[in-house]
């Protein structure tokens, strides 16, 4: 358990081995309701086989206003023994229904299509030289937005009649962040 003047952080995990503040399996959470005024879910739901009660939980355990971040994975390679689900945009959308205000976005700018090329196209090895990999990804994104440019150009009528007049920077944006990523974060308030 970790305080400062006004806050105390505490950690939760279903393996003892961890070491975790509270050891509790969050899809059946002995956490009392209204217990916390935030929550910090980075790449854990991937690991829990029913996460949505887990994500039910989390909404009960917050304070009224209390807010949470979630990161979930999309395109990412198997990394555990417990490792169960991989999430949509939509889906997040969709399991964060019950929290009165909810934001999702991509984890950063050269998180998208090259930051999942590279990952793959090396095997996973490429995470090794982290930098290499940001600069690569975000390479890979310009000239996949270029080609994108190109081919809205080219068949502009035919894409908004399929995307319902989609403009040229959410279509490149589309393909670029969305259609292939790592992952997606989100950021709810109860």
Not at 2 to 10: E, G
Not at 34 to 49: M, P, T, W
Not at 65 to 74: D, K, L, N, R
Not at 164 to 178: E, F, N, P
Request: charged share 25%.
């Amino acid at each position: 358990m970790s305080q400062s003047a006004s806050n105390t952080i505490v950690s939760t995990d279903i393996v003892p081995d961890y070491k975790p503040d509270v050891v509790d399996d969050i899809s059946n959470t002995a956490i009392k309701p209204n217990s916390f005024d935030g929550v910090y879910c980075d790449a854990i739901l991937e690991h829990v086989q029913e996460y949505w009660k887990a994500i039910d939980n989390i909404h009960e355990i917050l304070e009224g206003g209390g807010e949470a971040f979630f990161y979930v994975p999309f395109i990412f390679h198997f990394h555990d023994l417990m490792d169960y689900h991989r999430f949509t945009f939509t889906e997040v959308a969709r399991m964060l229904n019950r929290f009165f205000e909810v934001k999702i976005f991509v984890p950063g700018e050269s998180d998208g299509f090259g930051w999942v090329f590279w990952y793959v196209i090396t095997m996973t090895t490429i995470s090794k030289c982290e930098r290499l990999h940001r600069i690569l990804s975000k390479l890979t994104d310009s000239v996949l937005k270029v080609l994108l440019s190109i081919m809205y150009k080219v068949r502009k009528k035919e894409i908004q009649k399929k995307y319902k007049d989609i403009s040229i920077h959410d279509y490149c944006y589309y393909y670029t962040y969305l259609f292939m990523n790592h992952g997606f974060c989100a950021w709810a308030r109860k």
